[in-house]
């Protein structure tokens, strides 16, 4: 079966500060994919980042970066430098590489708050 | 900027009325998504379509849910008759899917809430 576990549900920071959003895997399939989404307090949710299971590379985007990590079935992401702007709920996902199977299996999310 | 659109954003009705509501997908993608997220229960997906045909509504309660693709532009969520527990966001999110391809990253729409009294 698969899982995803975000098990921080609320982070509170002080700007500038950064904050790290833990997410954890389960799956016995070897090739795979996990997101990132933010979800602002408008509602909309926006697309982040999607790593494939063979790419193990940290990535960096201005102030985001993601650390997968297939030894824990680990796919952190780190806020460096928190802005106010920042304050969202935050969803991890996965997919599965099965034929047409597109489902997307939800963690419940973590929702940060990021205060002057 | 390509975005995924909902109609309407804000929906109250009262038990037992028939609830439409409307995605459009962007442009050239061919596959939707419609989920349901409400606090207890997170974000579900109900169902999803590829080119316009259902691939998996296993998550959408048959009794009063249907989904439809009427064209390439147009998805449509219908409950009848509602209920107080339908009370929730309802999100479309459309996908470029090609044989062969894995870029399947899922771009959302603002959602509808819906009340149902």
């Known amino acids: 079966a698969q899982k995803v576990t975000q098990a921080q549900t609320e982070i509170s920071v002080v700007e500038k500060e950064d904050v790290t959003l833990d997410c954890v895997y389960e799956t016995r399939d070897t090739t795979y994919y996990l997101f990132w989404y933010k979800q602002p307090p408008s509602g909309e949710l926006v697309f982040l980042i999607r790593?494939?299971?063979?790419d193990e590379q940290n990535e960096i985007s201005g102030r985001y970066s993601w650390n997968f990590q297939k030894s824990t079935s680990s796919f952190n992401f780190t806020i460096t430098a928190s802005q106010v702007v920042d304050s969202a709920v935050y969803f991890c996902?996965?997919?599965?590489?099965?034929?047409?199977?597109?489902?997307?299996?939800w963690g419940l999310g973590t929702s940060l708050a990021v205060n002057p | 900027d390509a975005r995924v659109t909902q109609t309407p954003r804000h929906k109250v009705t009262e038990m037992g009325q028939e609830v439409t509501m409307r995605c459009q997908p962007i442009l050239g993608h061919n596959t939707v998504f419609w989920y349901r997220q409400t606090m207890m229960q997170g974000l579900e997906l109900l169902a999803y379509f590829r080119n316009r045909a259902p691939l998996d509504d296993s998550g959408m309660p048959k009794d009063r849910f249907s989904a439809e693709m009427p064209d390439a532009t147009l998805a449509t969520l219908k409950i009848q008759p509602s209920e107080p527990r339908d009370s929730a966001v309802y999100f479309c999110?459309?996908?470029?899917?090609?044989?062969?391809?894995?870029?399947?990253?899922?771009?959302f729409g603002p959602g509808t809430r819906l009340t149902v009294l």
């Open positions: 790593r494939n299971s063979f």
């Open positions: 996902a996965l997919r599965i590489n099965a034929g047409n199977n597109r489902k997307l299996i």
């Open positions: 999110a459309s996908a470029p899917i090609r044989t062969g391809e894995e870029t399947d990253t899922q771009y």
